[in-house]
């Protein structure tokens, strides 16, 4: 978890320095769902490269927003799931899908 004074004084920014990108925000949609597995995730997320879903995933990681299980099996399973903190954004992700939805209806 970053430090408080590590933190952009405003809390809008804040909020967006820990979710704002778009993958960020797929990534925590998916979640909120279930725990998933890489693999899924890349698929799910169709478009992301390697590469960025990994850092997003760590930064998430850092920032105590996911979970990640290391399962001891052969081979290897991982899963990502949201932490409680991460929980907490399910308001934020319903109010912008709310939000997209009247969008939408409107823009027809």
Known sequence: MRKKEDLPECDVATTVSMIGSKWKLLIIR???????RF?????ALGGISQ????DSLRQLEADGIITRTVY????LRVEYALSSLGES???????M???????KELAE
């Open 39 to 43: 693999n899924e995730l890349q698929r």
């Open 89 to 95: 954004l399910n308001p934020i992700i319903a109010a």
């Open 72 to 75: 001891p099996e052969v081979p």
């Open 30 to 36: 998916n979640l909120i769902l279930r725990p998933w």
């Open 51 to 54: 590469k960025v879903l990994t």
């Open 97 to 103: 899908k709310q939000w997209g939805q009247r969008y």
